[in-house]
């Protein structure tokens, strides 16, 4: 019942990307597995991740963020026909 | 013009952890359009999949401030939002430097139908800001029912391929060359695969004073009952067959922004669709040429006017 | 016209008066669309903006919904917010209505009261705002043009309080109040301006540096807290109202309560009213009252929230009351007003007897004739001890 006094009224969340904090990784049948030495920062699949979970540092793509990657596969099918840096695994194996 | 990798350095502002579906064509739009912004944005959203993906409390994945108020209303919300701006910018409660873009967000529900009435309003009374429709072609957050954005013969939930109707049988509605007749600065039709020009036109669009327009291709495995992996191959597709493409119209000329060196048969970007799986069927060969004499004709009114002062 | 901080006294509509309240106050937005008899107050406002005497932002919206929506945006914003309506107009905002209650934005709206649809009718009547009863608004009622004038500034404060937090619409009757002239007396600019303060909203969208998100889905988990929360603060508003009215009655000497009760001490018949039709009922309480009959009159200011208590407490000892009410709920069974005031009556220990009598739909005429009459039958009953009607069209 304590509850309520502490939610901000009218349903505002006060702070932004507290979804960050939302795991949607389980989603996943497929993971994406990078080839790191074929990648070649082109960041196309960073642009065209739709769960925002392609990881760059300093310009390089690093990986995937597997909480919230949901294996769509769009990174796989959209790197570059010469390049083919990423595929998609079977999350059970 | 923002390399894709100077995109890459700044800030996202569409966090991950949404409940988008996987391989959803809102998200890389959204993305790529808050990133070109050069500045503080705010944003309103119609009610849909962006909406409700994006916000399940206490989730929110939008790192700027944002409203969604109701499904009709995205361009009214923004307009009183944008009018608060200068208002209080006007009584010293802004700092007079500071400089904030606005922008809504609709589906083609909300954008096309119930929210035409709002947005032309909005556009009419020349408010400062960017309207952005990711247009799926359907009420996809209700269970893929027709909008007036529904492609022609597409099977959906009210517009079904039986054994008398095959799909819907309308042309959608051209809502781009609505809203260019309201002698908007700069409107134009886009696509996420094409990052660069999406990137540029929304660049340029929030640049502009005054009501500016993005109509987006925004590809729905759901609804579209396709792969999720080729969402992104098949907003290319819409765009080198010509149902969908790329122009833009800036203080009044035409110009397509993308022409493809070899016009791809429609077929091409129906087969892979579940919603025109009927349209291969042999009885329905004429639909097919229909269609495609449809999209030719638009394709040649385009080309027709490419350069060209239309308002 | 031009009413300065000199001109105390003036003969004005309603409308112009509530025009002149809101460019007193000097909100940031004024989202506006026009609708009859509503009408003279966005003119005049826009007069206003014209000649620079406020410096408000009006734009004039496609839509009561969109006038609405805008509101909700540049609340959420931070900003203070007004607009006018009546009838069809604040019908066409319900949805955004119950939007802007829920996200507790106190915008501040008055409602010229106008029949709705069908037939089409562009008279007083108070189906408008009765609907809108259950949307989480205030809702303050005015028998007079110098009330709607006061009931603007007390109606902003109510909402804007912190501990209610809630939009509020500020009533009155189209055409009877709204377009007839009135001598009132008006309250300086500096007046207002102490009185209304300063207004700077929550969590505003425009603080980009700490990003908010106004408007998620709420799903099982908390929705029913929020809608909690919203109810909680329409409780608060009850004593949050009666302070400010107080305030306002201390500080420029016209005083206001949650009721207004005439001549109800000891009186064995009243009749429950809203809006300008208490001053026809009044003068007849005073010329029967001459004729040695005990009735009254109560009238409510305050509909939203519903001041049962302050109603039990007036209708204390009254032997038999008739609710008139100028909207029907249709549910057979009386208005609106007539159904939450039996309620309210419920726990007294002599609860007097209530009927419900409707009366002036689309602008009937109320008259002299029919307050006697509704007084003869009242106190009658009072005698026989029996109703024969308990709902009942009247003005037909």
């Known amino acids: 019942m304590a509850e309520h006094k502490k939610l901000p009224e009218g349903g505002v969340i006060e702070k932004g990307g507290t979804a960050h904090g939302y795991s949607t990784g389980g989603w996943r049948k497929l993971r994406p597995v990078v080839d790191l030495g074929k990648c070649t920062n082109c960041m196309i699949c960073w642009v065209m991740c739709p769960d925002s979970a392609v990881i760059v540092q300093d310009g390089k793509m690093v990986g995937f963020d597997l909480e919230h990657c949901k294996g769509c596969g769009i990174c796989a099918v959209e790197c570059p026909d010469k390049v083919k840096a990423i595929k998609m695994n079977e999350e059970a194996d | 013009m923002a390399t894709i990798k100077e995109l890459a350095k700044k800030d996202e502002l569409l966090s991950g952890g949404h409940r988008l579906c996987a391989g959803c064509g809102i998200p890389p739009i959204v993305r790529i359009i808050l990133r070109s912004a050069n500045g503080p944005v705010v944003a309103s959203s119609a009610t849909g999949c962006l909406e409700v993906g994006t916000t399940i409390y206490p989730y929110t994945a939008w790192r700027i401030p944002w409203i969604h108020s109701a499904f009709e209303n995205s361009a009214a919300t923004i307009s009183g939002v944008e009018t608060a701006y200068r208002a209080l910018k006007k009584r010293g409660r802004i700092p007079a430097d500071k400089d904030i873009k606005f922008v809504a967000f609709g589906g083609d529900g909300g954008t096309y139908d119930i929210g035409l009435q709002s947005l032309s309003g909005a556009l009419e009374r020349r408010h400062n800001f960017l309207y952005v429709c990711y247009d799926n072609g359907a009420y996809m957050n209700t269970g893929i029912q027709r909008s007036s954005a529904t492609p022609l013969f597409s099977n959906t939930t009210t517009s079904q391929a039986g054994e008398v109707i095959q799909g819907k049988q309308e042309w959608r509605k051209d809502l781009t060359r609505i809203v260019v007749a309201h002698n908007v600065p700069f409107a134009a039709q886009c696509s996420p695969h094409n990052w660069a020009d999406l990137s540029k036109k929304a660049e340029k669009a929030l640049a502009v004073k005054g009501p500016t327009f993005l109509n987006v291709m925004s590809p729905c495995p759901l609804g579209w009952y396709t792969k999720s992996e080729d969402s992104i191959k098949l907003a290319k597709l819409s765009v080198d067959t010509c149902y969908w493409p790329l122009y833009e119209v800036e203080n009044g000329v035409m110009k397509v922004t993308y022409k493809p060196k070899e016009k791809k048969p429609l077929a091409e970007w129906l087969k892979p669709q579940g919603r025109f799986k009927h349209l291969f069927k042999p009885e329905n060969a004429n639909l097919l040429s229909a269609f495609q004499a449809r999209v030719d004709s638009e394709w040649q009114r385009l080309i027709d006017l490419d350069g060209k002062q239309v308002y | ?313 007036a209708l204390r000892g009254v032997k038999v009351v008739a609710v008139l009410d100028r909207a029907d709920s249709m549910n057979s069974f009386g208005g609106p007003l007539f159904n939450e005031l039996r309620s309210a009556l419920y726990d007294l220990d002599n609860r007097p007897k209530v009927m419900s009598r409707i009366y002036g739909l689309g602008g009937r005429d109320y008259k002299v004739k029919d307050a006697v009459e509704v007084f003869e039958e009242l106190l009658n009953i009072s005698k026989t001890g029996k109703i024969d009607t308990m709902t009942k069209y009247i003005t037909l």
């Open chain 3, 1 to 313: 016209m031009a009413v300065t901080a000199h001109t105390k006294k003036a003969a004005l509509t309603g409308n112009t008066a509530v025009a002149i309240a809101m460019k007193q106050i000097n909100p940031d937005v004024y989202p506006a669309y026009p609708i009859t008899p509503s009408t003279g107050i966005v003119e005049d406002f826009s007069g206003f903006v014209a000649d620079g005497s406020v410096d408000t932002e009006l734009i004039t919206v496609e839509s009561e919904h969109s006038a609405m929506s805008a509101c909700i945006g540049a609340s959420a914003a931070g900003a203070r917010v007004m607009t006018a309506t009546s009838s069809q107009g604040l019908a066409l905002m319900w949805e955004m209505l119950y939007i802007a209650s829920g996200m507790r934005l106190p915008i501040v709206i008055a409602d010229v009261n106008r029949a709705l649809s069908a037939p089409i009718n562009i008279h007083c009547d108070h189906s408008d705002s009765m609907g809108a009863r259950d949307a989480g608004w205030l809702q303050l009622y005015a028998e007079t043009v110098q009330e709607a004038y006061d009931n603007v500034f007390m109606a902003m404060r109510i909402a804007e309080n912190a501990k209610v937090m809630l939009p509020a619409m500020v009533c009155m009757d189209g055409f009877i109040t709204s377009h007839a002239i009135e001598n009132l007396d008006l309250l300086s600019d500096e007046e207002v301006r102490g009185f209304v303060g300063e207004y700077k909203g929550r969590n505003s969208l425009l603080d980009t540096d700490n990003p908010v998100t106004w408007g998620a889905m709420v799903l099982q988990d908390h929705y029913i807290t929020f809608k909690h929360q919203q109810s909680e603060a329409m409780t608060r508003a009850k004593g949050v109202a009666a302070g400010v009215m107080k305030e306002f009655g201390e500080k420029f000497g016209r005083p206001y309560g949650l009721i207004d009760a005439y001549r109800l001490e000891d009186a064995e018949a009243a009749i429950v009213i809203m809006n300008s039709a208490a001053g026809t009922t009044k003068v007849v309480v005073d010329d029967l009252r001459k004729q040695g009959k005990k009735v009254g009159v109560l009238r409510l200011r305050l509909f939203r929230p519903f001041p049962f208590k302050e109603i039990a407490d």
